[in-house]
């Protein structure tokens, strides 16, 4: 019934920016409800990057995108986003958005995307 999709990924030369967007059905992405992203590079784990808890507030869950990714919610249209700036090589990863009623991180994550694949190289 709750599904969230990611779009946008792609190729993105060193230095460059994306703005991959999550829809989502089944589940409004009202404030009670955490919303994250992960990543999972090659060869990788999949880790925590971004999320945004019940009350709205911002965390930055790894220090390697801190300055450079962001994240928020779409007004009005049940969806969530990540903004990437400054890409970096060690950037590739398939990026997963994610929901949850209890928590951001990954062990109580409810909801997952499938992943969308963000490459980096020029």
């Known amino acids: 019934q709750v599904h969230l999709v990611e779009s946008g990924g792609g190729l993105v030369q060193p230095g460059g920016s994306l703005r991959p967007p999550c829809a989502a059905s089944?589940?409004?992405?009202?404030?009670?409800?955490?919303i994250a992203w992960f990543r999972q590079p090659p060869g990788k784990e999949r880790e925590g990057i971004l999320c945004i808890n019940d009350a709205d507030q911002s965390s930055v869950l790894v220090d390697s995108v801190k300055g450079r990714f962001t994240m928020g919610r779409e007004n009005g249209q049940n969806s969530m986003f990540l903004q990437m700036n400054s890409l970096k090589p060690e950037d590739t990863a398939v990026y997963y958005c994610?929901?949850?009623?209890?928590?951001?991180?990954?062990?109580?994550?409810?909801?997952w995307g499938k992943g969308t694949l963000v490459t980096v190289s020029s």
């Open positions: 089944g589940l409004t992405l009202d404030y009670y409800v955490s």
């Open positions: 994610a929901a949850s009623r209890r928590g951001c991180y990954e062990d109580g994550i409810e909801y």
